[in-house]
């Protein structure tokens, strides 16, 4: 009855990773999927969230229907984290719980396919395989737009602007706020400002996918653009996940902020959102985002739990280090100083699909076929091994 439906080639992330769960070799070095990894190569459990769960053990609660905007405590906290509580006071967005940061892109493409049909979307290229499948799913028709220049390995602002200045109005523009995925290559705070008002005359409807906040300078430092655009008065919104900077990948928390330009604008929006989720999976799941909300809104569970993210972070940073110093000893003739510009969990190495397939028979590396590398996937134990399988093969 099926078969005239197109085979499914499986994810060009997830079928990585499990190729790598299939190798039986010692010396494997997972850096496919977005996971964070402790120097002891486990993904961990937040001391934080323990502690939030062991007090929790004796609660018998009754598991009922959350709302279908999902838990109160845990959209107001959300929106705190990314707006401060000025903008929570004003009333202006329009936050509901999601399933994972995934579920925010599909209820927030489902909202813009509903508003404005017409609308096409606008993803940097080269950009998190993903979004492009979401987007179609909701019936949008994707393009891309400049962002990495491969020669310099930054970014190609003005193709950017210039690709972004072409767009007829209404566009939706997705952004990666920090960590930009798959590159670790971002926008500097000069460039956000010179982008915003070009999003703003063109009428341009920009979406941020923010999966990794924390991850490149700090929680609060991490947002600078979606308080940026909101003290400019923009129409736009946020998909945010606490996969990573939680380490709570299974518990899929995540949320969809739609900032509007008025309170009553927002209570509409929020309205019309409910109709959505109601319509295609009612109300989300509890247990996560109960945790989530009860850290966020504790100082002294909030100040440990940016201290973990601070670990995280920094942890990262010092693999970048030791990748580059042990490059520099295996393979001087190579330029590996990207490994300390990228920012977040992601470096773009610029090696070849050949070269990944070599890392891969001859070393038992797993990178993605791009060339991006997971670097929490490095540790103290194997980064030596990493940097002489690459000095090999470049
Ligand atoms: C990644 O890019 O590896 C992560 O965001 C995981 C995923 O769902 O693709």
Request: with cysteine.
């Amino acid at each position: 009855m099926f078969n005239h439906l197109q085979a499914y080639a499986g994810d060009p992330i997830f079928k990585v990773a499990q190729a790598f769960q299939e190798d039986p070799r010692q010396e494997k070095i997972n850096l496919s999927i977005g996971l964070y990894f402790d120097d002891e190569g486990q993904v961990p459990v937040l001391d934080v969230v323990h502690a939030v769960e062991r007090s929790w053990a004796e609660r018998n609660e009754p598991r009922i229907y959350l709302p279908m905007a999902g838990l109160p405590d845990y959209c107001s906290s959300v929106q705190a984290l990314l707006f401060g509580q000025e903008a929570v006071d004003e009333g202006r967005i329009a936050t509901i719980q999601s399933v994972g940061g995934t579920g925010a892109l599909r209820v927030g493409g489902e909202l813009l396919h509903e508003a404005f049909p017409q609308s096409e979307l606008w993803v940097s290229d080269p950009n998190w395989a993903n979004h492009e499948a979401i987007f179609k799913g909701c019936g949008i028709r994707t393009h891309s737009y400049r962002y990495f220049d491969a020669t310099t390995k930054r970014v190609d602002f003005e193709g950017m602007l210039s690709d972004l200045m072409q767009l007829p109005p209404r566009s939706i523009v997705l952004l990666h706020p920090c960590c930009h995925n798959p590159t670790g290559v971002d926008l500097s705070r000069a460039q956000w400002q010179q982008l915003i008002p070009v999003l703003k005359e063109r009428q341009l409807i920009p979406f941020l996918d923010l999966a990794y906040q924390g991850f490149a300078e700090g929680v609060t430092e991490d947002v600078y653009v979606l308080r940026a655009m909101y003290d400019a008065q923009l129409t736009f919104l946020v998909a945010n996940s606490f996969s990573k900077n939680f380490s709570y990948y299974s518990e899929r928390c995540g949320a969809l902020s739609v900032v509007c330009s008025s309170a009553s604008g927002a209570q509409h929006v929020r309205g019309v959102l409910e109709a959505i989720v109601r319509r295609l999976y009612s109300n989300p799941p509890a247990h996560g985002a109960q945790v989530v909300a009860a850290v966020l809104s504790n100082p002294e569970w909030r100040a440990q739990w940016e201290a973990e993210v601070a670990g995280m972070r920094e942890r990262i940073r010092e693999m970048r280090q030791a990748v580059t110093k042990q490059l520099a000893h295996y393979a001087p003739q190579y330029d590996a100083s990207y490994w300390l510009e990228q920012n977040g969990m992601f470096s773009y190495t610029g090696l070849t699909s050949e070269q990944v397939d070599r890392l891969r028979d001859e070393f038992g590396i797993y990178l993605l076929a791009s060339g991006r590398v997971c670097v929490p996937g490095l540790n103290n134990q194997n980064v030596s091994y990493f940097a002489q399988s690459l000095a090999q093969v470049v």
